[in-house]
């Protein structure tokens, strides 16, 4: 007879087990929903040209399609020109092996070949056709492949089981003038071989003098370890297993590729192997690795565990028997994920544009040395808050960049095409400063247009005070501009506070060394500080006993007095807080002679191009004579970003069509203009479709001064503006920088509660840099 506290033991684990299996159900579904709805599969083809017009239909196909056809019969390599050949690899695969699924077949491969596509877009911009094949035999499939190079400027190999998948990697490269890259070898390889070179510099090894045990021989594991080679490792010190124990020399059952790793040796299992190997490379499957293997290794081992979804051992395992252990998986959810993503679509960014003929070790090589390099430097203000928790600084724990790191895309792809102008595969011109730039550009939306200005902020080196200094985001902000050297950054925060949150976020900054630290609670200049905000604020209603309270708690306040006193130079402040609030402390303090504020201008970066919104924060309603300071200050502002300004003053009136408020408020605000000896153009008032269609405005008010669509918009009141700036930002994809606080001579800027790290880096560079008179 069962007793009461098992029956209760029991039907707890039945109520677990069917916890366990709704919630792996509902994943399963979520999955299968993402992948049907809204539209079936996770790709689409779109136009890259207009087709609204027959002659936009004539260019496109016939007749003008002809024009490009005869010239690639002239050169073929014009075809990278005149289509998108250039920008398009093939993944390609027969299905046998893929993921951790096996010999499934090539139909039931595409899902997983649309998600590399997919990869491919998303972090190098890179079109592509995901490509099933059914044929299993080896020469038919290459033969195949080979045929196709006409439509494709590179091709993935995918999931294409050993020992084929050499055969098939072999011919295509004999036949094919492209790049062709088979990523279930080289890309686990390259991403390993980074992490794996990073790992000797934390335990102190020499790659020259290591011992590899490699358990796994099918693709992956072979070209981890001929990669490793390339790195330094001594074939002799490898040891090889495969499913039947060590690869050696007496075995009559070895393909070719593992004969060449067989050793004449007695060790016949892993636990032979593994006496006194630094490092364990395991692409093979779960938990064939134990800890009594793990405690043979030599001291500080480095194990990769590299099965999916379960590893040959469990870091925490291994960690039992050696604490010191430098591990990676294949997971996300331990440090050190080997994850192809590091690499296949950098290599083929950089082997695209470079147009190189085929993928070497000597690009691979360069692939796997700009991965581990990245690591060792502080990680981005972009990693840190997409990998918010996590510490992310070189050492055990951070081996190899994570994923979602912007500076993959232009670091690895330009080491690439480095690489591939060197060896001489190459057969495109590069100019590689440029080319990083541009790529850089299309990383951080905002980075070309703020070139310019962080040119000039480097050149000035003005001294920045960021107001709340203990705001990670800010500490992540001035990580990035001590090491750019660009502003002298200067943080208001409590001690303790910052430096405990450098250490949580693993930042290597340090105060009085890369920035200048101001206690609030504790700074001997306090009673020089209050007695100046005193001095200035006493006929305001400031008594001595309210100076000494603000500037012991305002940090806005002990900035302004600092900017006042000529500390610094300029003062960012708004990290959080309503920005009126801010302004009123700032202008109190700072705004002096001509000096105030006239607006907010904010900078819409928009896949169409740049777009400027005025007033956003400052003027609820101005009048005709705020307005006209409005559109003179935000054409000084825009040409900082070597842009010619057309400013479109915009209200419900158009053209004096309605007697409003804001009507009278812009025609006034025209008749000042006009006043003055402007160089700009500007025109006014008219709605913003007007101001962003410059045939509807032919059309309403012919021969106007606007040419073109205007790029700065100044709007009536900040109602208008802002809901202008947040549609753009939630609908349009806009992302902003600023706002740039106008009028303040560039002693004062105050963002908003929503400003991203990248954001305040933009912020500062505009505070840093040089601005015409009361701009």
Not at 352 to 364: H, Q
């Amino acid at each position: 007879m069962l007793k009461a506290g098992t029956f209760l033991a029991r039907t707890l684990e039945e109520e677990q087990n069917m916890a366990l299996d709704n919630k792996s159900a509902d994943k399963r579904q979520e999955a299968l929903d993402y992948h049907e709805f809204p539209k079936p599969g996770k790709l689409e083809i779109r136009a890259t040209k207009p087709m609204a017009t027959g002659r936009d239909l004539s260019n496109a196909y016939s007749p003008g399609v002809a024009e490009a056809c005869l010239e690639i019969e002239k050169n073929p390599a014009d075809a990278a020109r005149y289509t998108s050949k250039g920008n398009l690899v093939a993944v390609i695969s027969n299905g046998t092996a893929v993921l951790g699924l096996g010999n499934i077949g090539a139909q039931a491969s595409k899902p997983v070949m649309e998600g590399k596509a997919v990869l491919f877009k998303k972090f190098a911009g890179i079109d592509c056709f995901d490509i099933e094949v059914n044929e299993t035999d080896p020469e038919k499939l290459a033969e195949i492949v080979a045929k196709l190079e006409p439509t494709f400027g590179a091709v993935n190999l995918e999931d294409i089981k050993a020992p084929d998948c050499f055969l098939v990697e072999e011919l295509c490269r004999k036949k094919m003038n492209i790049p062709v890259f088979h990523d279930d070898q080289h890309g686990t390889a390259i991403v390993a071989s980074a992490a794996a070179f990073n790992a000797l510099i934390v335990a102190k090894k020499d790659v020259a003098k290591i011992k590899v045990v490699a358990l796994g021989a099918g693709a992956a594991g072979i070209a981890c370890l001929k990669m490793l080679m390339v790195m330094g490792v001594k074939k002799q010190h490898i040891t090889m297993l495969d499913s039947k124990g060590v690869v050696h020399t007496g075995r009559s059952d070895l393909n070719k590729q593992k004969q060449e790793f067989a050793r004449d040796t007695d060790m016949r299992t892993t636990d032979d192997a593994m006496v006194g190997a630094d490092l364990f490379l395991g692409v093979s499957g779960p938990g064939l690795l134990t800890k009594e293997m793990v405690a043979k290794m030599a001291d500080d081992p480095i194990i990769f565990a590299l099965a999916n979804p379960t590893p040959e051992i469990m870091p925490e395992e291994a960690r039992e028997v050696a604490p010191g252990a430098l591990i990676a998986t294949g997971r996300s959810d331990y440090p050190n994920q080997v994850n192809n993503v590091l690499c296949f679509p950098f290599i083929f960014r950089g082997a695209l544009d470079s147009g190189a003929t085929e993928i070497n070790d000597e690009m691979k090589l360069a692939c796997v040395e700009a991965i581990a390099g990245l690591a060792r430097v502080t990680t981005s203000a972009e990693v840190g808050v997409a990998y918010r928790g996590e510490r992310l600084t070189f050492g055990p724990e951070y081996l190899i960049p994570k994923p979602f790191d912007p500076r993959l895309l232009p670091t690895i792809a330009t080491a690439v095409a480095r690489a591939a102008i060197a060896s001489g595969v190459a057969t495109r011109e590069l100019d590689l400063d440029e080319y990083k730039t541009t790529l850089q550009g299309e990383v951080f939306r905002s980075y070309s247009i703020m070139r310019r200005v962080f040119d000039a902020a480097r050149a000035a080196k003005r001294r920045i005070v960021f107001a709340e200094g203990e705001d990670e985001r800010v500490l992540r902000a001035a990580q990035t501009m001590a090491e750019d050297g660009v502003d002298t950054p200067i943080l208001i925060g409590r001690p303790e506070v910052v430096e405990a949150r450098l250490e949580r976020e693993g930042l290597k900054i340090k105060p009085g060394q890369d920035f200048e630290l101001v206690n609030p609670e504790n700074d001997p200049r306090y009673r020089d500080y209050w007695e100046t905000y005193h001095e200035v604020l006493a006929r305001k209603g400031v008594t001595p006993d309210l100076a000494r309270a603000i500037l012991r708690t305002n940090t806005t306040a002990i900035a302004g007095v600092m900017v006042r006193r000529g500390e610094a130079d300029s003062m960012i402040c708004g990290t959080f807080g309503e920005f009126r609030w801010h302004l009123n402390y700032a202008t109190n303090l700072l705004a002096e002679g001509e000096l105030h504020p006239v607006g907010a201008l904010s900078l819409m970066i928009l896949d169409q191009g740049p777009l400027f919104i005025a007033d956003t924060h400052v003027n609820i309603t101005p009048d005709a004579q705020q307005l006209s300071e409005i559109v003179v200050a935000a054409a000084r502002h825009v040409r900082r970003f070597g842009i010619e300004p057309r400013v479109a003053l915009c209200s419900g009136s158009q053209f004096g069509n309605l007697d409003s408020a804001s009507g009278r408020a812009m025609r006034g605000a025209l008749d000042i203009l006009d006043q003055q000896p402007l160089d700009f153009e500007y025109e006014g008032e008219m709605h913003t479709d007007a101001a962003l269609d410059p045939d509807l405005r032919e059309r309403l008010f012919p021969g106007g001064r606007l040419t073109g669509k205007a790029n700065v918009l100044v709007y009536a009141n900040t109602d208008a503006a802002g809901a202008t700036r947040n549609i753009l930002k939630a609908v349009a994809g806009g992302l902003e920088v600023g706002p740039i606080l106008m009028g303040m001579g560039n002693r004062v800027h105050i963002v908003t509660p929503s400003i991203t790290v990248r954001g305040l880096l933009n912020t500062a560079a505009l505070a840093g840099s040089a601005v015409s008179s009361y701009g």
